[in-house]
């Protein structure tokens, strides 16, 4: 979520302001030969123009500071919100973009795969070193990949300048412990906060209050979940929607909390056999309350969704397909006998076996027609998913919220148009925020798996209800009737709010307003390391920083991570790439003027 840090730019900048264009000599350089044109090449600014949003404000002055000492002329395109500058850089309105990507699945494919791969859903590179590197790993376990992914930090960041890391965040968030059960609420490295597991700490107001929650992004992308993979849905999503697999709170996966009561991978890591719970339904929406649907969460609703979510076609505007690209196929096992033939990866156990550890009723039979699954008879759902090539990483994709499952039946009776004349102005597709935003659009027709169904929402908030058919008389049945998420952009405005009371729990909280919570009794602050960081991007179409490696190396070079962990009080990390919460490689950028003028120098003189 975005958030606004206010940070004073120190009187020593409109001093760098005002020597950027000298050159000074030393002791050493008289020895030198100068000539007129070196001269000039060390004294000419070089313009750049930086993409950000005002919402990063001190990120923003830190790197200014850093290239105009440098021998930079930083020009500022501040948008207000992730919209106006997702626009600004899709009209290629900048040199260099503060940009930040979050790996949520905990795993370093997810953390390359989108961002730089050739046609990946936000990538703008098209390099094909780079792709060979992503696809290797992709293949490798975790015991092998690591030099792997080194290979690629240096190519990516030192080799070739694509990016310029500055830091790894940490995950935070400040809640009212005189409201909330502390015990209720997680902070997880990766997935989303788990919604079912918010409590009052007076039970008496389950349910009747709401519980409430804050976003700065009022406009959603979509509700359905493989059209959007952003700040603004992916806590929404991931609540709406039940997964195969579910992330632990440090990265490891589970199928706890799942659609699946376990997981098995097949020796030769190219299928993968879920068993499925029969005790969640669709949660639907009459007249803005939640009801049940009637129609179970099963196999035919998985076996859907997987599919859809590796089409890049089966919706306009797939945001998340490179993230499923591996998924082959899916399908239903009837026969228990084919489980009891399969060995698992590394181990001579079989597959049956490890799907049901655990079990109230060991397999009596495999059935097709979901409504005839009945665990409590042994009588359950099997669904086999097999990858393009040996895969783990697949799982964790499995966990993210674009891996949500969705109703067959609804979800083809909504989405009727051709999808190659999609048309805007007149098909509605499912998930359409529209057709949740009271007014005269207002048709809701989510069905949704997971623990809560949005009813509706206004400029101001959002309202959820809890799913009255997931997994009830469970541990994991949702505890509160009521969620609320109120938009507040400003994030001294949604600090005030928590202190007031008129919300509960504040996701994201700068890392400079941690002495106010904590001075504050009646709040709590949780943090953790996190998969987020927060690096420069180069343009690579029609600007001088795509064709001059020189020219970005420069701006690389000019990054000191040391500035921003002070100010940031130490509750920043150094970063390499995308890659480095989860992978370390070993490699480090370390700031060196020297270099700076070095490439500068190179470049200025290629534009001779």
Known sequence: MNRKRKWLVPAVLGVSLAISGCSLTTKDDQTKPQTTDQQA???NPVDIELLAMSANEADVNIVRDQLTKNGFNVKLNLQPDYGTFKAQQDAGNFDVALSSWTTVTGNPDYAVRSLFKTGGDYSILADTEIDELIEKASTQTQAQYTDTYKQLEQKLVFDKAYIAPLF???KSQAFNQDVLNKDSVRLSKSRSLPWEELDFKDASKRAKDPIVL??????LTSLDPIKGNDGSINIINTNMYVRLLNLTDDDKLTAEGS??????????NTEYYFILRDDIRFARIKDKQAVDSGERVGADDVIFSLLRAKDKNSVPNHRTYTLHEHIKNAELVTDPA??????LSGSSETVKTALEKGLGAKISG??????????????????KLTTTTPFPQVLNYLAHQSAG???????ESINTYDVAKFDVNKDIPYGDQNTVTEGPKYNNTLFTSGPYILSYKTDYEAVFLKNPAYMPGTKHEPKVNNIKIRFIKDADSSLSALRSGEIHLYYGLSESKFDIVKGDSKLALQTIPSNAVSYLLFNTKNREVAKSADLRKAVLYSINQDEFLAYYKNNKFKAVSTVSPIVKT???LKADPAKVKEFLNAYKASKK
């Open 366 to 383: 495999l059935v097709s027609d979901k409504n005839q699954a009945n665990n409590k008879d042994g009588k359950y759902q099997v669904v």
């Open 586 to 588: 070993g490699l480090e």
């Open 338 to 343: 084919v489980l009891d033939s399969i060995k």
């Open 214 to 219: 804050q976003s700065t992004m009022p406009t």
């Open 41 to 43: 090449v060390d004294s």
């Open 405 to 411: 499952i969705v109703s067959k039946k609804q979800v």
């Open 259 to 268: 659609l699946s009561y376990n997981f098995a991978i097949a020796e030769g």
């Open 168 to 170: 790894i965040s940490v």
